[in-house]
């Protein structure tokens, strides 16, 4: 009762409710309009003769005409979008216009009810229900006007047939009665539903609407990165797809940015810090370049840049130095300003067909070759690292194609306690006599090898070579085994690796692992796990090229390593350059006061080695002493030089 009484009142405090109301109402009321002219037409061709003309013919007309009007009305304006204020007020004279119209068809009913026969007295009951059910029906969605229509219909036709003397027309009478009850309930079930429906689209139409936004939001991340707001990787691959679809003779000049000395920043203040300065970049660099070119976070602290087609083709080198400048411009972060620089790699070709991987490839080249120099700066791809790169490609398929295991084999070359002068051990060095371009040397096919994921199969054929030379040198040598990063970062090929120094019965005290700083940073924490396993096995630890590359003295500390490798750049240089000596006698003093042994490579004369003796350096190896070896060779030159020291006292060489 509560909520047929409640259904009664409009709900002005429900807008989007008030507008889909009226909507539903609109498209129905014609309909009722059109039922009520034929009901009247039908009801006044019978009375025509029977009752006065003003009551059979003008009030019908005059009925009719206002149906008709009222029709045109909802015809014509029916379907135009209203506010909620707009809906209220038609629903509201609809109200009022429903109880109007059906007083005055009731009050018309039952006059012409006291001129007809039996026939049409029933006809005029017939009408009066029948005008009650089309209005029930066609109102259904303005409750109040439709329980007026039911109680004004009704209560006319039971009043007028309860008191007309006739058996027939008071039972009619008595059974309309116990309509009125049902009909309310029918209305107000319906209306109720209507108003669920309406609930559910608003909701439907809702998640609909979070749903899309959610998608935008999803598509926006797909090609965007969310730091920095520049296009991601996949989104700078695709334009760069696309301007080499929109095909002009030459491609798109293109550029790759790495940061240098990026992460120290983040080691030292913090991603937070980090993040500011990713964030500034990418602004300093979209100011440059402008909404013509494209900027990307390629990942990392790599920025991509397709430089705008309608850069003159000299003015690029110095918008790639301004790129560099803006770098190294310092950056505010809440711990005060941080410094950092830049280094551009550029492909720039005049014609030809070229795949986005192709100018990317080469533009990375380009840049690989400006970090190595260690300088920062720009560099373009030229003609020379073209060719450089197709060796590196043919290098790649032969290795792929080939039967690599067949032609690897192993030097060895001896390292020197450098103050007893005898050999302690060897590092195995891989060599790979390939029948169709003879002796490559190890820095061309190792990366060629990790590039094309072939490493960890060379890795496996090489270890069984060096166990079994193990097994055929006198058991107080030990050696040392290059590991690439891809065998440290990868648990499974670790494991694999240890089941195989088990399998061989060599002590793997013998064995060392040479791994390098660059190895460490691209997964530390695998490789921090996997070197526990190789210490707790027995195998020692060395970080090879120590100085090359950006490991953090806390690397060190935390992966206690058992040797230090000083790079031989370093080594070679030692009695010629200030700065090399004093790196080199930084990190011996560093591995002394760590107390683990330091390891000197590429010594090439007596004095280096006489100089890192003097400096506290444990071991050596260089061609001073030996180049690398042949197995046989190697071990003949350990029994030789152990005879040597023997008689020689001190001795280096
Ligand atoms: P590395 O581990 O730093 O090896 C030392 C390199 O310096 C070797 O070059 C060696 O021949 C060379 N060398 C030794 N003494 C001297 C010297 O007095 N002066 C000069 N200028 N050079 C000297 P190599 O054999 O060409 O190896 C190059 C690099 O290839 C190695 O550098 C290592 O990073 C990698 N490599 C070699 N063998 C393997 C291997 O079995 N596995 C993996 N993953 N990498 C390997
Ligand atoms: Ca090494
Ligand atoms: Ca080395």
Redesign the pocket.
């Known amino acids: 009762m509560n909520s047929f009484l409640a259904s009664l009142r409009l709900q002005k405090d429900d807008p989007d409710f008030l507008k889909s109301q009226y909507k539903a109402l609109a498209s129905q009321i014609p309909i009722l309009y059109v039922l009520l002219i034929i009901n009247v037409l039908a009801v006044a061709i019978t009375h025509i003769g029977t009752a006065p003309v003003w009551l059979s013919l003008y009030v019908p007309i005059g009925l009719s005409v206002t149906c008709l009007l009222r029709l045109c009305w909802w015809e014509i304006h029916g379907r135009d979008e209203v506010t909620a204020e707009r809906a209220m007020t038609l629903m509201r004279i609809t109200v009022v216009a429903a109880a109007v119209l059906t007083c005055a068809f009731g009050a018309w009913a039952v006059a012409l009810y006291q001129y007809g026969n039996a026939y049409q007295q029933g006809q005029i009951a017939y009408f009066l229900v029948v005008t009650g059910i089309s209005s029930v029906f066609c109102l259904m969605h303005l409750p109040l006007a439709a329980a007026l229509t039911t109680v004004i219909t009704f209560g006319t036709m039971i009043v007028t047939f309860m008191f007309s003397g006739n058996p027939v027309f008071v039972a009619t009478a008595t059974s309309g009665a116990f309509l009125v009850v049902p009909f309310l309930r029918v209305i107000n079930s319906y209306y109720q539903n209507f108003v669920r429906l309406v609930r559910l689209t608003e909701e439907l139409q809702k998640k609909q609407a979070e749903a899309q936004e959610l998608n935008l939001v999803n598509s926006r991340n797909a090609l965007h990165d969310q730091l920095t707001g520049l296009a991601n990787r996949r989104s700078f691959f695709l334009s760069l797809e696309e301007r080499l679809r929109a095909g002009s003779d030459a491609p798109p000049v293109l550029g790759i940015i790495d940061l240098d000395g990026f992460k120290p920043v983040n080691d030292v203040f913090g991603h937070a810090a980090g993040d500011l300065v990713l964030k500034e970049t990418a602004r300093r660099f979209m100011a440059l370049i402008g909404d013509d070119g494209v900027v990307a976070r390629l990942g990392g602290d790599e920025f991509g840049i397709i430089f705008p087609d309608d850069l003159a083709v000299s003015t690029i080198a110095d918008v790639a130095h301004a790129l560099c400048s803006a770098v190294r411009e310092p950056f505010e972060i809440p711990d005060g300003s941080v410094r950092v620089s830049g280094s551009c790699g550029i492909v720039q070709l005049a014609s030809g067909d070229h795949t986005a991987e192709e100018l990317y490839e080469k533009a990375d080249f380009a840049l690989y070759q400006v970090k190595s120099k260690h300088n920062g700066g720009v560099e373009f791809f030229s003609p020379e690292h073209e060719t450089i790169l197709s060796q590196r490609h043919m290098i790649e398929l032969e290795l792929q194609a080939g039967n690599f295991a067949d032609e690897l084999s192993l030097e060895y070359?001896p390292i020197i306690e450098l103050k007893t002068g005898i050999v302690v051990g060897y590092?195995?060095?891989?060599r790979w006599d390939s029948a169709r371009f003879g002796r490559i040397?190890?820095?061309a096919f190792?990366p060629a090898a990790e590039r094309t994921a072939l490493i960890g199969r060379m890795?496996r054929v090489?270890l069984g070579q060096a166990l079994d030379a193990l097994s055929a040198m006198p058991s107080r040598l030990r050696l040392s085994?290059?590991?690439?990063a891809r065998d440290i970062c990868d648990h499974e090929t670790a494991m694999t690796l240890l089941a195989m120094i088990h399998r061989s019965g060599v002590d793997a005290r013998r064995i060392e692992f040479?791994i390098t700083e660059t190895a460490l940073l691209s997964d530390f924490a695998t490789a921090d796990r996997v070197v526990s396993l190789f210490r707790a096995a027995g195998v020692t630890i060395a970080l090879?090229?120590f100085g090359t590359g950006y490991s953090s003295l806390s690397h060190v500390h935390r992966l206690a390593f058992d040797k230090l490798k000083i790079d031989?750049s370093f080594v070679?240089n030692l009695d010629r350059d200030t700065r090399c000596l004093n790196i080199t006698r930084s990190v011996a003093n560093l591995c002394q006061n760590l107390g683990i042994a330091s390891v000197a490579?590429?010594?090439?004369s007596g004095e280096v080695a006489e100089g890192l003796r003097a400096m506290g350096v444990r071991l050596a190896?260089?061609?001073?002493f030996s180049r690398?070896l042949p197995l046989s060779a190697a071990i003949d030159y350990a029994i030789e030089r152990d005879k040597f020291a023997m008689t020689q006292q001190p001795l280096y060489a």
Request: no cysteine.
């Open positions: 070359q590092e195995a060095l891989a040397s190890p820095a190792i890795t090489l085994f290059n590991l690439s040479e090879d090229d031989k070679m490579e590429g010594v090439e190896q260089g061609y001073y690398p």
